[in-house]
């Protein structure tokens, strides 16, 4: 084999609950000449490219076993308030992001994490709990550049050249090309800042005995018209034993005051409080402490702009924390995503499910260390989305393959609801029901990945061990529905 074009190291990769881990040979490129450099070679060499940037997949999606192409070279960050965007190279993190932007100006959506990379959150169809208002995060991209398998670099605009492989984008986790830069339009909620620039986040706390009333709750903010003044974000948490915490957020120029626990960044006692939530004895007594005794319906938090966005950095500091003391936990989250229109049969359709698969835990003996929902406002106005994020502790063998048992059945129940799996996250689908509930988009993926990538460049475990068989079961179900409805049509719609 001809060497690299730039240097090379063999190191270990893995995600970030530490579930997949790899050994691969990973090639840095500084610029667009090396990393084109880099694509050819592998390409002529057969090799298999995984690419990475921030390494905080959740599923494996960036641990490669061949060829690991690090972006992180590609971090640049430049803002222009006359077009109302900001431009950031795929690898930049969220955190430098939000530091480059001029006060008073915010992105649409607030991703919880400032160590994930704006290429990540892309490829993974991320939403955020302003998404209530302006929808998912793709929603608010306007361009983005690609690099193909061949070395090509494509300019995809939303509405012009090469929109549906902009479109294509959300879920194809890195499968399609390398992408180099993401542009992302602003909001302007100058009017909302402080005297001295600073932007806060105002809550209130709803609290409701079912998660029926909660997602009614949620309805209704989805069928109220957004505000471009004064966007408001809703998400909930439900409560083991059927109860729910909602949560209004919005931007606000009023002093910090009492502040949501979870956005205590930097807080010591999130160690202890975090360990707890790991341990199954203690994690439903805590959270039913939490909902009867620290909020009270129509409670108000003040938080900084920043601590409310990137609250799940918290995680990072107590998994490091906790290793100095000789502790070790972490978490999986498997996302199942339904359709909701906010009317009454919606609400009962997502009732249905969201009980179901509190009852499916527990018929697995599993308690989740959280179980969060976020509402997506579509781009029609009617059709919207929900969201539940189901989060489990990673524990020992016994209790892993009870998790990962668990996490497949309730696969199974979302897709009977019209639900499916969010593959940016932790995919515990088997083939057949991912094929079956995303066969538009994986057989729209299959497509694309055909046109640009023939060799299959772009790839690794992941790719192979859960997107490609069920990109193959989409296109060949999506190809017998086909001639299924031209016999039907052939024969005048008798049979």
């Known amino acids: 084999m001809r060497n690299a074009p730039v240097s090379t190291q063999l190191r270990w990769i893995q995600d970030y609950p530490g579930l997949h881990r790899e050994q691969a040979e990973c090639a840095a490129p500084s610029s667009e000449d090396e990393l084109r450099a880099v694509l050819r070679w592998a390409k002529a060499e057969g090799r298999t490219v995984t690419l990475r940037a921030g390494g905080q997949c959740l599923h494996g999606q960036s641990v490669g076993d061949d060829v690991v192409v690090d972006l992180s070279a590609f971090d640049q960050v430049s803002v222009d308030l006359s077009a109302g965007v900001v431009r950031a190279g795929a690898a930049a993190r969220w955190a430098d992001v939000f530091a480059a932007l001029p006060p008073g100006w915010v992105l649409p959506n607030l991703v919880t994490t400032g160590a994930a990379s704006v290429g990540g959150t892309l490829v993974a169809n991320a939403a955020s709990r302003f998404s209530s208002a302006f929808g998912r995060e793709a929603d608010g991209v306007r361009r983005a550049r690609l690099m193909t398998a061949d070395g090509t670099t494509i300019d995809c605009e939303r509405g012009g050249a090469h929109a549906n492989l902009l479109e294509a984008l959300p879920g194809s986790v890195g499968m399609l090309g390398a992408l180099l830069s993401v542009e992302h339009r602003l909001v302007d909620v100058r009017h909302l800042a402080a005297s001295d ?26 069928r109220a018209p957004p505000s471009r003044m004064c966007p408001r974000g809703a998400y909930g948490v439900l409560i083991p034993g059927g109860e729910g915490l909602l949560f209004h957020s919005m931007y606000t120029r009023e002093p910090r005051a009492r502040r949501m626990p979870n956005h205590r960044r930097r807080d010591p006692l999130r160690v202890i409080v975090e360990r707890m939530f790991h341990e199954p004895s203690l994690n439903r007594t805590l959270w039913k ?26 995680g ?14 972490s978490v999986v989250q498997q996302v199942l995503e339904l359709p909701f229109d906010a009317s009454a049969e919606a609400v009962e359709g997502a009732s249905a499910l969201f009980e179901a698969s509190a009852e499916l835990a527990r018929t697995h003996g599993v308690q989740p260390v959280g179980r969060d929902v976020i509402a997506i406002r579509g781009a029609s106005g009617r059709t919207h989305a929900l969201r539940l994020a189901t989060a489990v502790a990673l524990r020992g063998e016994a209790d892993d393959a009870m998790m990962r048992a668990f996490l497949g059945a309730q696969a199974k129940l979302g897709a009977r609801h019209g639900a499916h799996v969010i593959p940016g996250k932790g995919v515990y689908a088997d083939a057949d029901t ?26 690794g475990p992941f790719y192979r061990r859960v997107l490609l068989p069920a990109m193959r079961r989409a296109t060949d179900e999506r190809t017998l529905a086909g001639r299924g409805r031209a016999v039907q049509a052939a024969s005048g719609g008798r049979l």
């Open 434 to 459: 991912l094929a079956t509930t995303m066969r538009d988009q994986l057989a729209s993926l299959s497509r694309l990945k055909r046109r640009w990538d023939p060799s299959g460049l772009f790839g």
């Open 316 to 329: 990072t500091t107590v998994r490091r924390h906790a290793a100095r003391v000789g502790l070790s936990f």
């Open 197 to 222: 620039g600073t932007l806060r986040v105002k809550t209130f706390a709803r609290k409701h005995e079912s998660v029926r009333s909660l997602l009614t709750d949620l309805a209704l903010e989805l």
């Open 289 to 314: 402490a939490i909902f009867a005794l620290y909020y009270n319906d129509g409670d108000s938090f003040v938080d900084d702009a920043e601590d409310f966005a990137f609250f799940m950095d918290a």
